[in-house]
């Protein structure tokens, strides 16, 4: 891919102001907001798997003309440019649930919009 296209769509994520969550020692997650109940983007520290929302790779594969495939592996790169860790492979979900907990002890919010509360973050429910 021509970099100054994966530039655009770089920004393009950029400008999308997600919200990055450190779930602790293994996942780190992109939401849209404090009250989404699902992950647009989770990253798994451990293996360096990277589970993308199929409805984002949809909107980027649409808006940019993309195969599914190709919007993959460049919201790959990206989460790998945000966070500087290595992805090693990407993978499209449906969703990834998420509710609010209060022990913000356990967890690192490392980005947020000027609404959120102090105490509270995303945690993950086993399905």
């Keep these: 891919m021509d970099k100054d296209?994966?530039?655009?769509?770089?920004?393009?994520?950029?400008?999308?102001?997600?919200?990055?969550i450190d779930m602790g020692n293994d996942k780190i997650c992109f939401v849209n907001s404090e009250n989404d109940k699902y992950a647009q983007i989770r990253f798994d520290k451990d293996d360096g798997y990277c589970f993308i929302n199929f409805d984002l790779v949809k909107e980027i594969s649409s808006f940019f003309s993309l195969q599914r495939s190709d919007s993959q592996e460049v919201i790959g790169r990206w989460v790998e440019n945000?966070?500087?860790?290595?992805?090693?492979?990407?993978?499209?979900?449906?969703?990834?649930?998420?509710?609010?907990v209060e022990n913000t002890l356990q967890m690192k919010v490392t980005n947020t919009s000027a609404n959120a509360s102090a105490n509270e973050v995303l945690l993950r429910i086993p399905n």
């Design 82 to 100: 945000t966070i500087q860790m290595k992805v090693t492979n990407t993978f499209p979900y449906r969703k990834y649930n998420l509710c609010k």
């Design 5 to 20: 296209f994966e530039r655009v769509l770089f920004s393009y994520l950029d400008s999308q102001d997600f919200i990055q």
